[in-house]
C-alpha cells in the first residue's frame, strides 16, 4: 500500500464481507524518519498495514478515524508525556493495545507504563524481526516485555505496598473460572496454550481476561499476575 504523510488523516478502507481486514498499526514518534521507517517495516508484513504520526495530537486524529489495533509509541516523546497519553488512548478505545518502542531501560519508566495498560515494551535497537514478533504476540493478547527487565519489573511490582484488605476484597470477587485463568498466568502460561488447557475458545478467554482486569482494577495481565502474586 502506499504511505500516506506522517500526521495525514486517511479514510478507513472499504472492506468486503468476505475479506478478512488487515490489522491497523499505529507509530507515534516525534522522530519523522524512524516514525516513518518503523511504519514502512511494518507495512510490508503480509497482514498488517501501519501509519506514522508525529504528535499526539496527530495521533488522536488517526485513532478518530482508522480502527487501529496496535499503538506503537515512544513513551519519551518531545514536550508530553507517553505513558500518560498511552493511558488516555487505551481508556477511550476498548481493544486497543500500546507497544512502547523506546530507547529507555528506566525500570520506574517500565513499571508506569505496565500500570498504565501498555502491553510491551521493545528497545528501538531491537530487530526488525523482534518488533514485528513483539506486534503479533500483542495482537493474540500476550505481554511482551525484555527479559532482562521483566524480572526485576515484577519484582518490583510484587514488592509495591498496597492496602492488603483492599487486595483481598478484590481477589475474592473472582470465580473460580477466573482465579483459574489467573492462576495459569502467574505461572507464565500463555493465553493460546491457557484456552487449550481449559478448553476454552479464545473469545471466551479474552472475555475472562477482561472481567479479571476489570475485579481487580488492574491494566494489563501483567499487573494482575503482580497482584496474586502479592496475595500469595
Known amino acids: 500500500m502506499t504511505m500516506p504523510p506522517v500526521g495525514r488523516v486517511v ?22 524518519t524512524f516514525a516513518e521507517a518503523c ?19 496527530q495521533a488522536l486524529r488517526v485513532l478518530a478515524e482508522l480502527q487501529v489495533d496496535v499503538v506503537l509509541l515512544e513513551v519519551d516523546l518531545d514536550g508530553d508525556d507517553g505513558i500518560r497519553f498511552a493511558r488516555q488512548i487505551l481508556s477511550r478505545n ?4 500500546v507497544i512502547a518502542v523506546t530507547a529507555s531501560e528506566d525500570e520506574n519508566r517500565v513499571i508506569d507504563a505496565v ?15 523482534n518488533l514485528v514478533s513483539v506486534v503479533q504476540g500483542v495482537l ?22 498496597r492496602d492488603a484488605a483492599g487486595r483481598d476484597q478484590r481477589m475474592a470477587t473472582l470465580t473460580r473460572r477466573e482465579r483459574e485463568i489467573l492462576d495459569l498466568l502467574v505461572t507464565g502460561m500463555k493465553t493460546n496454550d491457557i484456552a487449550l488447557r481449559l478448553c476454552l475458545s479464545k473469545n471466551t478467554l479474552r472475555t475472562h481476561i477482561r472481567h479479571i482486569l ?15 502474586r502479592r496475595a500469595e
Open 11 to 32: 479514510n478507513a478502507p472499504q472492506w468486503g464481507n468476505s475479506q478478512q481486514r488487515d490489522r491497523t498499526i499505529l507509530v507515534v514518534d516525534a522522530h519523522v
Open 214 to 228: 476489570r475485579k481487580l482494577d488492574a491494566h494489563s495481565k501483567l499487573a494482575a499476575v503482580a497482584l496474586a
Open 94 to 97: 476498548p481493544g486497543l493495545r
Open 115 to 129: 500500570r498504565a495498560g501498555v502491553s510491551g515494551w521493545v528497545p528501538k535497537d531491537e530487530s526488525v524481526g
Open 140 to 161: 493474540r493478547g500476550e505481554t511482551r516485555i525484555p527479559s532482562q527487565l521483566l524480572t526485576r519489573v515484577l519484582a518490583r511490582l510484587t514488592s509495591v505496598p
Open 39 to 57: 511504519a514502512a517495516v511494518v507495512d510490508d508484513v503480509p497482514g498488517l498495514c501501519a501509519f506514522a504520526a508525529t504528535t499526539t495530537e
